[in-house]
């Protein structure tokens, strides 16, 4: 399943709404669908799993939604520690699949 | 608390091997799965393996090049890349999956640089 992420950058200004999109090439099996952030090196930090679940400690600002091909990750008021590069990634069959980044950055 | 801590940076020459450890510790350890990155792309499975049975998966574009081991008196896994180029120059990431195959733990990676 190819994951593609829009847009591919994103400039916003904290306390902005921010609207992430991941698009499958096919329905992902049981919206097996996680999202990651990841800043400039570190390791990615798991946000979401199951398409709609916050991991554990993530901020409720953190939400997502979707089914099937259509998935997004919304932040609701952007902080200064959320500017980083965010991916998608399908674990519903294999092989598992990331998309290729969304970068957030300071407007 | 649970880590994993990966073994440091790696220079090779096209052609040889690189062997990367992940030790793990402060949770059962029952696989780990290996994502690469090169340098500013995006993250690229590689595949798993059990400390139960050693059982893997390999992620096809790696298959005949890549052996995952576990060691599960040191409670450690390891990721072996054979023949190397220098599009392998990559950080390599181990990561833990509990219930499904999304990734709740990661290493802070492994640089590998292939260069002649």
């Known amino acids: 399943i190819v994951l593609l992420q ?61 089914s099937e091909t259509v998935f997004t990750l919304t932040v609701s008021s952007l902080e200064p520690e959320d500017f980083a590069v965010y991916y998608c990634q399908q674990y519903g069959t294999s092989p598992i699949t990331f998309g290729q980044g969304t970068r957030l950055e300071t407007k | 608390q649970a880590q994993l801590l990966q073994s440091g940076p790696e220079v090779k020459k096209p052609g040889a091997s690189v062997k990367v450890s992940c030790k793990t510790s402060g949770y059962t350890f029952r696989g780990m799965t290996w994502v690469r990155q090169s340098p500013g792309q995006g993250l690229e499975w590689m595949g798993w393996i059990s400390a139960y049975n050693g059982n893997t998966i390999y992620a096809q574009k790696f298959q005949g090049r890549v052996t995952m081991t576990t060691d599960t008196s040191t409670k450690t896994a390891f990721m072996e890349l054979r023949t190397l180029r220098s599009d392998d120059t990559a950080v390599y990431y181990c990561a833990r999956s509990e219930e499904d195959w999304y990734f709740d733990l990661w290493g802070r990676g492994t640089l590998v640089t292939v260069s002649s």
Not at chain 1, 12 to 24: K, M, N, V
């Open chain 1, 6 to 66: 829009a847009p591919g950058s994103l400039s916003l200004s904290p306390g902005e709404r921010a609207t992430l999109s991941c698009r499958a090439s096919q329905s992902v099996p049981n919206n097996y669908l996680a999202w990651y952030q990841q800043k400039p090196g570190q390791a990615p930090r798991l946000l979401i799993y199951g398409a709609s679940r916050r991991a554990t400690g993530i901020p409720d600002r953190f939400s997502a939604s979707g």
